[in-house]
């Protein structure tokens, strides 16, 4: 349940409009996620926000469907229901497999594993790994 | 500085010995990480560890630089000092770009802001994304 | 769905029924949240939380709105959906505006961020900030 | 230890370098943190994160005192050891006194406390709680 | 609601149906929890998972009481509802107490202040700690 | 680096003062966690979390040896060196054997694993577990 109301298209101050709109056309689809007609109560922050997701997740050196994948290993580790949900669906409408998703929850399984396991002993960076 | 001693070659026992001869034959190095020798005082969680980390992280559907990016994503998020030096390191040796390297840390830093974002406005998963 | 039953008040052994009186005399109201109504199941640790609550989040020197967004940050960061409505709910009370929220919701993604890119890039803290 | 260079100044792209010219500006200080020298091995990341920081931080509703102190909430939740003492002397310098940082301190602590018992118990959040 | 769907019996792949076979003879139970039907999508995931699990969590020196708990204990850290509600019913048929279960709150909400406060400090271990 | 000085015994104010002398009866030993001497800067905090700690920590329905795994549990879950240290050098002067605390690891890494499986694939709570 969440904590504001979601918005219709029909309460968006204009500057949130206008974020929707960008939404919208970057995407190529109608449909705006409703995390964005939560955060819409507060346009500043969901402009800002929008522009740098934009940004981030644009065209550049890796793949789409590798930034999604890196999108959901984040997002579970931070146990984000949400995130994983629509990021998960995300990847897979970039091209993502059963089995590259299947080797995906594999590592960030392994990775949680040694990352705890490494806490525990307190174990030092070795001395060849510094930059 | 770590709870349990850092064996040396000599000090291992015979099970973990035998995951230090896996090690090396597996990463084609004799070089051994500290993780490894501060595992090795519980021989059987190393063995374990080991074996299942190799097929997580063993040839498959995903690059081996993305697979390990995937792992730096991870480990980042559980703030694991160590497992972020030691894999960003692999994910260089492996192929990744600065590059890439930039865009991994712009999506996991994204990915953090709106994990907690969604998770401060409490959004349920929009139907549309239901499984 | 709770691990254990949410007792009313019927069901409550002395010494929670007497922290119940506690904290209707404190928030002066007869609602009590229904996360005392879990951990009534154990009446020691209920107390102990209990006096250490309203001991740290009593009159003081930052205002009571303040301390509940202090409240709402953490828990927003330990993503504790309960914790998060109850305290957003008792920050409105004390005053928390539209504006305000806002701010908060944007300084939690930024410090979510950053948190995470310092993390990935094991920056070690500048000498200056010593103390 | 950090896993790339911290840049002099004489190190820096173009973009960096602009970017190092509003941080002097906006702060009024010669100084640079050492996370934008880290950061600033990839310029696009640290302008957005830059550009977004400023704002989120810049005058609002409200006090810049207490915005460092939600900062500083959120990066001890997060475990990030350089944030938490830079925010902590960023709050420090803009008016935070001894008895509030005890205050946040016990705040902290608390509401760490009680989220992790609330997760524990599972409890679903009160219905008079729904916006 | 999952991300995947949760496989039936008759959905199994040959890998997936031999690990349910282990999984109905070491619990000594028809049924299987819905985090296998879950993972069952992924054999490979799954088997090494579950084979991982069934030594870590076997017979050993610690009471299997205790080894639940301690389970209960990381799974509330990581904020986990499943995990929590299941394994905390493992603890409960292994012998956990009403007055057990109250100490193991007790503990790790505490443990979670402490951990905050120390983190919010940037206390160093102390010299007499160093193994 | 600690974000406040250390105080030594000359410093205390009376309040921290006569929670040193109760440290100092409880565990019967002269020597005061580092923790302590950064906490008694904030004397109520201090006291609040001592009280509350002594409690939590004292003679109850579990083995000492126990109360201290789970906070070492907690601790790793939540990255904090100092408490993973701390307790982890307890638990072993209680009687946590080599092998036990192996076993710790063991779990603990396990736990780590499948809670962030469980959420990467959102499964709900199996209908059997609810209360």
Redo the contacts between chains.
């Keep these: 349940?969440?904590?504001?109301?979601?918005l219709t298209d029909d309460e968006l101050a204009p500057e949130a409009r206008s974020v929707f709109d960008d939404i919208r056309a970057t995407y190529n689809t109608d449909?705006v996620?409703?995390?964005w007609r939560?955060?819409a109560?507060?346009p500043?922050?969901m402009r800002?926000?929008w522009l740098?997701?934009k940004?981030?997740?644009g065209p550049?050196?890796?793949e789409p469907k590798?930034?999604e994948?890196?999108?959901?290993?984040?997002?579970?580790?931070?146990?984000?229901?949400?995130?994983?949900?629509?990021?998960?669906?995300a990847a897979r409408r970039k091209g993502m497999?059963?089995?590259?998703?299947?080797?995906?929850?594999?590592?960030?399984?392994?990775?949680?594993?040694?990352?705890?396991?490494?806490?525990?002993?307190?174990?030092?960076?070795?001395p060849?790994?510094?930059?």
């Design positions: 349940m969440a904590t504001v109301r979601l449909y996620n409703d995390f939560a955060l109560n507060d500043p922050t800002r926000t740098a997701l940004e981030a997740m550049g050196a890796l590798v930034k994948m890196l999108y959901v290993a984040v997002s579970i580790a931070h146990g984000c229901e949400y995130c994983i949900h629509t990021h998960t669906a497999t059963d089995a590259e998703y299947g080797e995906l929850l594999g590592i960030v399984g392994m990775a949680a594993q040694t990352n705890r396991l490494v806490q525990a002993l307190g174990v030092p960076v070795d060849v790994y510094r930059v």
